[in-house]
């Protein structure tokens, strides 16, 4: 029997498509010069398909954004759900992955976070559209922490929320800076991490 596809599943396709488009022509032309246009086309789509689910330009980079936290949200927690102590070998595991990630992401998807940040700052308009959506993923990512270090019985010196924060300024710049100069920095900056976190 042949399924069926609903409105609704149409429309989460579509997305998708959409999505996908935007992070391969974001990461090759960079945030600024990528148009709406280039998206569509990418997509195959017209432009109006990406105003069904967008707005404007920096909703659908938030987009791309945050499917790229959620997938990093899936794969440390696949890797912290089977932790039950925070040790080197806990945090070997942790650089590991996150060197993986970093490497599948590339240097080019790392520096358009920094490329959106240049762009909030030149822009207070859009900063303020945006606002709401970064603090969203900000405190999603401080529960993730919070509940993963609880679980453990951990807890942090400073607000999970300012930590998350944290994670967000340097995660990019981790990747960024691993690839350009060659040097692993993902293991050193997992030890930073640690100094705001106390064990039992």
Do not use: C
Not at 33 to 50: E, M, S
Not at 108 to 124: D, I, M, Q, T, V
């Amino acid at each position: 029997m042949v399924e069926r596809w609903t409105k609704e599943r149409r429309l989460e396709r579509t997305r998708a498509l959409l999505l996908d488009a935007a992070e391969e022509v974001f990461a090759e032309k960079g945030f600024a010069a990528a148009t709406l246009d280039d998206i569509a086309h990418a997509a195959g789509y017209t432009k109006g398909a990406i105003y069904k689910h967008f707005s404007v330009k920096e909703e659908l980079f938030l987009a791309v954004s945050d499917r790229y936290w959620r997938r990093y949200f899936d794969n440390f927690s696949e890797v912290l759900s089977t932790v039950t102590a925070v040790g080197p070998r806990e945090l070997d595991r942790v650089a590991e992955r996150w060197r993986r990630l970093g490497r599948d992401r590339g240097a080019e998807h790392a520096a358009l976070g920094h490329e959106f940040s240049l762009y909030l700052l030149r822009n207070p308009e859009a900063r303020a559209r945006v606002a709401a959506k970064r603090l969203a993923v900000a405190e999603e990512l401080a529960a993730f922490v919070a509940d993963n270090l609880e679980r453990v019985g951990g807890s942090l010196t400073i607000t999970p929320l300012a930590f998350a924060h944290v994670l967000i300024a340097t995660s990019d710049s981790v990747i960024l800076g691993s690839q350009l100069d060659d040097i692993d920095l993902y293991r050193p900056i997992l030890e930073m991490y640690l100094s705001v976190v106390k064990l039992p």
